[in-house]
């Protein structure tokens, strides 16, 4: 069993930076691929971006260019790096491992982000 936790979360003004982390204990972490995603107040769940266990990476469309997820294996740890916040970025952000079958076998818990104009 894999468990997976965010941290990083807070509040950020328009155009500043934070970076998210989530650890994951159990498993084996470098064989997974990392995904993170988001859920805005009313809004479904949205896909932001993965990276593979190759270190490849995509991109929703929204966030490119600003947004960039990297992991350290030897940490068990993925990351997302978010630059040049804008508003309509807040969200609970949750990171998810092991994409099978179209599924994310485990989830973390979310971390708030919140983006002051």
């Known amino acids: 069993q894999v468990q997976l936790v965010e941290s990083g979360g807070g509040l950020a003004q328009a155009g500043g930076s934070l970076r998210l982390s989530c650890v994951a204990s159990g498993g084996t972490f470098s064989s997974y691929a990392v995904g993170w995603f988001r859920q805005a107040p009313g809004k479904e769940r949205e896909f932001v971006g993965r990276v593979g266990w190759s270190g490849v990476t995509d991109y929703v469309d929204s966030v490119k260019g600003r947004f960039t997820i990297s992991r350290d294996n030897a940490k068990n740890t993925g990351y997302l790096q978010m630059n040049r916040l804008k508003p309509e970025d807040t969200a609970v952000y949750y990171c998810?491992?092991?994409?099978?079958?179209?599924?994310?076998?485990?989830w973390g818990q979310g971390t708030q982000v919140t983006v002051s104009s």
């Open positions: 998810a491992a092991d994409f099978r079958g179209r599924t994310w076998r485990y």
